[in-house]
């Protein structure tokens, strides 16, 4: 099967008009199917939901036991390159379809440049407005890049979804603005918003499976941005590291962050489209703040808690709508 099989890029089964009306059995099993597809994407959104929202409050806590953002990148994608390099070894005959162009947007996208602007962010910022910015622009951003590659137009629903998110983040910035700190965060959360807008797009061109997906992103990481990283004394950096904290980081950063959270995301981009898989990771605006609040101790104001909350609210409507081809 050719990685480029248009069945790849969208597994959603195509009802036909007719054989719902006439076709008895087969329009109702076409439906199943259909509906089945659905909740399968709908599934492995939440699941990358879930683990994104953890993550900023774990590369927070990460950068505060003294590791940076360089380090919490190279953890994330050194061992996780290693366990999926034979994946990609296997389908290295898929990846030399893609054109070149859409594997470098897909590396800087979900890869280490990515891991280190949110990092970075994390660091100068906070974890909750993180998740808020980076997280709640991306489906903006996305439809944007949908309406200029794939020719898809937003309806009505999607629009209001998309108006709601921009009103969320608007108030998530003004919230963080007004606390003070290191500003500088809100631009790198915004950057990182848009890197993951690329790599989604590029993804759905390519036609790669999930798996193979994040194996690219991983081993391209472990091959080009690991070694720099080693002989810039990062090595050493980890050594210096509580061994129990660094244990938990490699844990999450690498498994469940690099590779599950790849491959959730991935299936759903696969089973939903571009559009309709990034709206669901604006859901993770509210459960981040809830998290970096139980365990950072963050205190984050009534008008970033509003806007975390329609954020929230407009990722529901965007998901629920099915945008049109142009």
Do not use: H
């Amino acid at each position: 099967m050719s990685s480029r099989d248009p069945s790849l890029l969208s597994t959603v089964a195509v009802v036909d008009v007719a054989a719902l009306t006439g076709g008895g059995d087969a329009g109702q099993t076409s439906l199943r199917q259909a509906t089945a597809s659905d909740l399968g994407g709908y599934l492995s959104g939440l699941g990358a939901a879930a683990i994104w929202s953890g993550w900023w409050t774990v590369t927070r806590s990460g950068v505060a036991d003294g590791l940076s953002a360089a380090d919490l990148a190279a953890v994330r994608f050194g061992i996780a390159g290693l366990v999926l390099l034979p994946l990609a070894w296997r389908s290295r005959q898929a990846v030399t379809r893609v054109a070149p162009s859409l594997l470098l947007f897909m590396a800087i996208g979900a890869g280490a440049p990515y891991a280190l602007v949110a990092g970075t962010g994390v660091m100068l910022s906070s974890a909750g407005v993180g998740g808020a910015i980076t997280v709640g622009l991306l489906p903006v951003f996305t439809l944007i890049l949908s309406m200029l590659i794939l020719r898809e137009r937003a309806n009505k629903r999607m629009a209001a979804g998309i108006g709601c998110i921009l009103v969320g983040a608007a108030c998530v910035a003004a919230g963080a603005w007004d606390a003070g700190g290191n500003r500088w965060g809100l631009l790198f959360f915004v950057a990182g918003a848009l890197m993951w807008a690329g790599y989604t797009m590029s993804m759905r061109r390519a036609g790669l499976l999930p798996q193979t997906a994040a194996s690219v992103v991983c081993v391209a990481s472990l091959v080009f941005y690991v070694p720099v990283w080693s002989f810039t004394g990062g090595p050493e950096r980890l050594l210096a590291a509580v061994p129990g904290d660094l244990l938990f980081q490699v844990l999450y950063q690498s498994l469940l962050s690099a590779i599950g959270a790849l491959f959730c995301f991935g299936r759903a981009v696969e089973r939903l489209g571009a559009t309709r898989a990034s709206v669901f990771a604006a859901i993770v605006p509210a459960f981040s703040m809830v998290i970096a609040v139980v365990l950072l101790g963050e205190s984050p104001s009534t008008i970033e808690i509003i806007g975390s909350a329609l954020l929230s609210i407009g990722a529901v409507a965007a998901a629920r709508s099915r945008p049109p081809k142009g």
